[in-house]
């Protein structure tokens, strides 16, 4: 069977095209731009051309997207979008037409004679087989694994940054391990937008879904020396959000989550002393722009171990990190844990995944 593994963030999109025939390591691993940078770039070209811009498609990830979007509009050019596009910006509609985006139907699209129509998409499977077939390479996955992070629509007048974290907490609340961020596409909470637009563009694929933090430390216990801890300190240090879970065995002791780019090695490596100690104050967090921490139970002494593409912050820490590499690729750890996830969502696919991965 062939399993399409996707982990979308904020500056790369990193894929796994698994094939249970063959090892890991002879696997398709690719490391791509994230589709939000690909947007941007599509941007500040129209901008150069002093084009109107009109989006279309599924709502995505923002981040470069958004900057080059805010942009445009500054230069006095036009933009207009369909509802689910300009979701990507903003899940409250009226704070993105404030900005100067002018909402659309999807039939008015074609209405237009001139400008440049950009379709958003965190996904994109079109022009990914289509690359891949330049080197002979089907792309006719059985299943379709993607990690994404989704905010949520927050309530009226309560922040997205706190909404995720405290809808985090409740998702622990119901089940204590990692698990809890993974779905399948008919189980997706209603209020993750993002990822229910990974569902719509899917289509007719099964579909197992996750958050990335918590997928690339899943990831990580593919590595055989994390594999020896049973207590663990796993942090990911993506290129813009950190998240950290103490663990004993499956089960989550406490996390805390922040912005990669507000965090220095000494204030990282005190939130991770906080987190072991069991004594680490969400408010603080939240006061430095960060999403919170939750603490569960204290758990010892853990093994400490990070990955991610910002894990040079702790590269030289006091705290003499290990970093992982599962099956010798760091940055497909959120790849190895969306296979992860497979096996727990879709258990008719077990064992020939878990046989596959032990030829590696």
């Known amino acids: 069977m062939q399993i399409l593994c996707l982990d979308i963030g904020s500056t790369t999109q990193d ?9 890991v390591e002879n696997a398709v691993q690719l490391i791509l731009p994230s589709t939000t940078i690909l947007i941007a770039r599509r941007i500040e070209a129209a901008t150069k051309q002093g084009d109107t811009i ?11 997207s958004t900057l080059a979007i805010r942009r445009h509009l500054e230069s006095g050019l036009k933009v207009y979008a369909t509802e689910n596009a300009a979701r990507s910006f903003r899940d409250n509609l009226e704070e993105v037409t404030s900005w100067g ?14 400008g440049t129509i950009i379709q958003l998409a965190d996904v994109e499977l079109e022009r990914l087989e289509q690359a891949l077939s330049s080197w002979n390479i089907a792309l006719n996955p059985d ?8 905010h949520g629509v927050a309530p009226p007048g309560e922040s997205d940054r706190l909404w995720r974290f405290k809808y985090l907490e409740q ?15 008919t189980a997706i909470p209603r209020h993750f937008t993002r990822m229910q637009a990974v569902a719509r563009t899917i289509k007719d694929t099964p579909l197992v879904i996750m958050d990335t933090g918590a997928a690339a430390v899943l990831g990580s216990s593919f590595d055989h ?24 065995g499956s089960r989550v002791l406490g996390l805390f989550e922040h912005h990669t780019a507000l965090l220095s090695q000494a204030r990282l490596e005190n939130l991770l002393l906080g987190t072991i100690a069991g004594n680490l104050k969400q408010q603080d967090i939240r006061e430095e722009g960060g999403h919170g921490s939750l603490i569960i139970e204290k758990g010892g002494e853990p093994f400490i171990t990070v990955t991610g593409p910002r894990r040079s912050l702790l590269a030289h820490s006091m705290l003499n990190p290990y970093l992982a590499a599962p099956f010798g690729s760091m940055m497909l750890t959120g790849c190895f844990g969306l296979l992860k996830a497979v096996t727990i969502k879709l258990p008719q696919w077990r064992d020939e995944i878990e046989k596959a991965l032990l030829r590696s």
């Open 225 to 248: 020396t994390v594999a020896l801890h049973d207590n663990r300190l796993a942090v990911n240090l993506g290129n813009s959000h950190t998240i950290a879970f103490n663990l004993s």
């Open 171 to 185: 998702l622990l609340q119901a089940n204590g391990t990692l698990e809890a961020f993974m779905f399948s596409e």
């Open 101 to 114: 985006i002018q909402l659309i139907s999807t039939a008015e699209v074609t209405q237009f004679k001139s």
């Open 143 to 150: 299943v379709v694994a993607a990690a994404v992070l989704d």
């Open 15 to 23: 894929i796994l095209l698994f094939d249970t025939d063959q090892s």
């Open 54 to 64: 009109i989006l279309t498609g599924e709502t995505m990830g923002g981040g470069a």
